[in-house]
Every structure is written in structure tokens, then in C-alpha cells.
């Protein structure tokens, strides 16, 4: 199959539909123009029998003979444009008499059933169009009238007419097609520039941008959609590249801590405590290297993930003590008071394995920005139909000016870097897409060094 342009296309779906409209409109104008024309001579045919009706006279004393001899002097016994053709048969359907242009041909005499019928039929083999009236004599019939007109102006019309159609017909279509053309090609003009606009467009050139149209038709809406697609992309373009390069950072500097600490032991010799010492902080390291590796895995793993979560009973109050009784030492070597407050046996319809991530990322930040001798406070209620979870510490805070940022990537505010707390800055931004993929409601409140509240409503 040949493969036209999307131009010719929409001219030729075009060319086909007006094609079918004309064929249509063409048929209705030929039955038209046929019926007026049979029509003219079916009246001109029944306008002369009435003629020839009332010139007829009946002599009951010869058998029913039918006087005729006036009609002779009609003018139409004379060749005429269109003649009229006109025969009288008596009862026997033995020829009475007929018009001279008919000179040694005659009409045809049907049978009974097809009298008052219009027939076409030939004369001499030219197309005719005829009709047979019986005559009646008190209500018996005593002969017929039979009166013909040639059809060879009607067919002439008629075959002029489908000549002029047949060819005006591809005429039609031809200019259509090449209008048809012009015109869609004025109106695909805006996706010429999207095309050329779209080659421009690169990983390195993401800044480009389709020109959008004046007015606001669907090429309008299509170029506003690439656009805001173009806007998409670019921006995940930039979070991945500055994603890739504070996950190299962060990688780099506790494997630069472990190397450099070995280098240092590797320099002489020393002694046992020094080994452990050196060695337990390399440990540490590896340990922090780890927990950023699962990290960075867990973000990847559900950061375009949008279904496949499970539905499964979740207790909220199990999976809470569950996560207080891992971090029990880090609370007991800070002497954090834990005060829980739950009302009640809370379960809620979720991915356990995702909340439980959430509950331990928050418990843990809880834990690690509270200050020693500190207090940590998880409640548990039910508000307007939603499970509500609070975590509140009294710990370093955060300044209001950087709450919005804290979901960021490996964003670690400034209270927490005078601290020199150990930390990926990643908790909370795996809290945050966490929370968005189970349709939790997220909220953060925080004063510096007075308190910081975390609070999670279930739906």
C-alpha cells in the first residue's frame, strides 16, 4: 500500500467522504431530472388521448364502427419535433385506422391487462412510450385508442445529463483534492514546527519549547501538552542529575573515611587498642555506607511505582511497639522517656512492610535529634473517620525557613550539621514519597530547640 503524507491523507479521507455526498446528490439529480422528463410525456400522451376522446363518435348501426375522420385534420398528422403516433382498433382489435406519420408501421396492441398502463416499447426500433385505451359503449368495450410518443429526446436529455456528471465528477473531485490539500496544509503548519522544535530537543537541550498556536484548538492543546511534558522531563532530568551527583558525594565520603583510616593503620606498627579503635571506626562507616546503600534502593525501587503495594490489616499499635523495642538501646543510651498514648486498638487497611519503613524513619529521627535526658511522645487517636498517629520530641528542631526543604534528598538542615549528628539526609524524603504512594497525609511542625511534630493521618 503506498504510504502518503499525513496532508494527503486527511485529503484523501476528505475526497472520499465528499465523493460518496456527490454520488448521492448526482443519483438524486438524475431520478429527478428522469422523472420530470416521463413524466412531460406521460401528460403530453394523456393530453391527446383526451383530445382523441372527445373527437370520437360511435355508429351503433355499422357494428360499433368508430367515426374518426376529424381527427385527420389535427395538425399533428404531420412529422412533428416529437410526434405523436395514434392507432384505433376496433372490438375485434382489427386496425380502424391510424395516424399517417405512422405510414406502414404500426403500434402494438397489448392484452387486456395493461390497458391505461404506460409501456415502453419500440417502433421501427426506436424507443417509444405508448398507452392503449379501451372505449366503452354502454359499459362494453367496443374497441381501443392507442396513442404513442417517441422517446428519443428524453433519452438524448437523459444520456446528456450523465455525460455532463460523469465528467464533471472527477473534475470535482480533482479540484477538491488539490483545495482539500492547500487547506490542510495551511493547518498542519503548527505540527511542522512541533516537528522541527522536537529534533531540537536533546538531554543536553531540554530548554526548548514548541511555539504555542493563536488559537486554541486541539493543535493548541497538543503543543500545551508536549510542553508540560517537555517541562516533566526536564525536571526529572535535573532531580536525577542532582540526585547522581549527591549520591556520589555521600558515597564517596564515608568510603574516603575507611580509606583513609586504613592508610593510617597500615603506616607502622601499633597496638591492640589502636587496631580495635581504628577498625571499630571503620566499622561504623561501613555500617553508615550500608544503611545509604538500602536507602538509595528503597528510593529507587518506589520512586515511579504506583500500584504495586499490598492491602493487608495493619496494627498500629503492635508495629509501633515493634519499632520502639529495636531502637531500644539508642533510647536507653540517650535516656529518652518514651510516653505512648493510645486510646485504643488501632488497624487500618495498608502495605505493612511500607508503614512500618515510615514509623521507623520517624521514630529514628525522633530518637537521634533528641537531646540526652529527652522525651518522645507517640499517640494514637481517631478523628472524623481517619486514624491520626503524633510523634513529638523536644529535640534540636528546625528552623521554619527550611521545613520545605527537609523532603529533599540528602538535604540536612543547619541545626543538624552544628550538631554533627551522623545522617544521609534520605529519612525524610523516603518518608514523603512513602506517604504519597499509600495516600497518607504527611504534616511537619517544628521550633528550633523546642520541638518537632510529626503527624500522620490514615485515611
Not at 493548541?220 to 549520591?247: C, G, W, Y
Not at 529507587?300 to 531500644?328: H, Y
Not at 520530641?393 to 538535604?411: A, P, T, V
Amino acid at each position: 500500500m503506498l504510504k502518503f503524507s499525513f496532508r494527503n491523507r486527511i485529503a484523501f479521507y476528505y475526497i472520499i467522504s465528499t465523493a460518496l455526498l456527490i454520488t448521492i446528490v448526482f443519483l438524486v439529480i438524475y431520478q429527478m431530472v428522469s422523472l420530470s422528463v416521463y413524466n412531460h410525456i406521460n401528460d403530453d400522451i394523456q393530453n391527446e388521448v383526451e383530445k382523441h376522446l372527445q373527437e370520437i363518435e360511435i355508429d351503433h348501426n355499422n357494428t360499433y364502427l368508430i367515426q374518426v375522420d376529424e381527427w385527420r385534420e389535427r395538425e399533428h398528422n404531420t412529422v412533428d419535433v416529437n410526434p405523436v403516433f395514434v392507432q384505433f382498433f376496433d372490438s375485434n382489435n382489427e386496425l380502424i385506422d391510424k395516424s399517417p406519420n405512422l405510414k406502414k408501421l404500426n403500434l402494438k396492441l397489448y392484452p387486456e391487462n395493461r390497458k391505461n398502463e404506460f409501456i415502453d416499447t419500440y417502433l421501427n426500433k426506436k424507443p417509444i412510450r405508448q398507452i392503449q385505451v379501451p372505449l366503452y359503449d354502454n359499459q362494453k368495450v367496443i374497441g381501443h385508442l392507442v396513442v404513442a410518443m417517441s422517446l428519443d429526446d428524453a433519452i438524448m436529455v437523459l444520456s446528456n445529463l450523465r455525460n455532463i456528471l460523469a465528467i464533471a465528477f472527477p473534475l470535482i473531485l480533482i479540484s477538491l483534492f488539490l483545495i482539500a490539500r492547500f487547506i490542510v496544509g495551511r493547518s498542519i503548519k503548527p505540527i511542522k514546527t512541533i516537528i522541527e522544535t522536537s529534533k531540537q530537543i536533546s538531554r543536553e537541550n531540554l530548554s526548548s519549547r514548541i511555539n504555542l498556536p493563536h488559537n486554541k484548538d486541539e493543535l493548541f492543546v497538543l503543543s500545551k501538552t508536549i510542553n508540560d511534558l517537555l517541562d516533566r522531563i526536564e525536571n526529572a532530568v535535573e532531580r536525577e542529575k542532582q540526585f547522581t551527583s549527591d549520591a556520589s558525594h555521600e558515597l564517596r565520603t564515608p568510603l574516603a573515611v575507611i580509606k583513609g583510616t586504613l592508610e593510617v593503620l597500615v603506616r607502622k606498627p601499633r597496638n591492640q587498642s589502636e587496631y580495635e579503635e581504628k577498625i571499630n571506626y571503620s566499622i561504623k562507616e561501613v555500617d553508615r555506607l550500608n544503611q545509604l546503600v538500602d536507602e538509595l534502593l528503597l528510593l529507587a525501587r518506589f520512586e515511579n511505582q504506583k500500584q504495586n503495594t499490598k492491602k493487608e490489616p495493619v496494627f498500629l499499635n503492635a508495629l509501633i511497639l515493634d519499632v520502639l523495642a529495636r531502637f531500644s538501646q539508642k533510647i536507653n543510651d540517650k535516656n529518652i522517656k518514651i510516653e505512648n498514648s493510645f486510646a485504643d486498638d488501632f488497624t487500618i487497611d495498608s502495605d505493612n512492610y511500607l508503614v512500618s519503613i515510615i514509623i521507623s524513619n520517624l521514630v529514628s529521627n525522633a530518637i537521634k535529634y533528641s537531646n540526652p535526658n529527652g522525651k518522645i511522645s507517640i499517640a494514637l487517636w481517631k478523628e472524623n473517620n481517619q486514624i491520626i498517629c503524633k510523634i513529638q520530641d523536644n529535640g534540636i528542631g528546625i528552623s521554619s525557613e527550611e521545613l520545605n526543604k527537609i523532603g529533599n534528598r540528602f538535604y540536612r538542615s543547619q541545626s543538624v550539621l552544628q550538631t554533627n549528628t551522623k545522617g544521609t539526609g534520605l529519612g525524610l524524603s523516603i518518608v514523603k514519597r512513602l506517604t504519597d504512594l499509600l495516600n497518607i497525609d504527611f504534616k511537619i511542625n517544628s521550633k528550633l530547640n523546642v520541638e518537632t511534630i510529626v503527624e500522620l493521618r490514615f485515611n
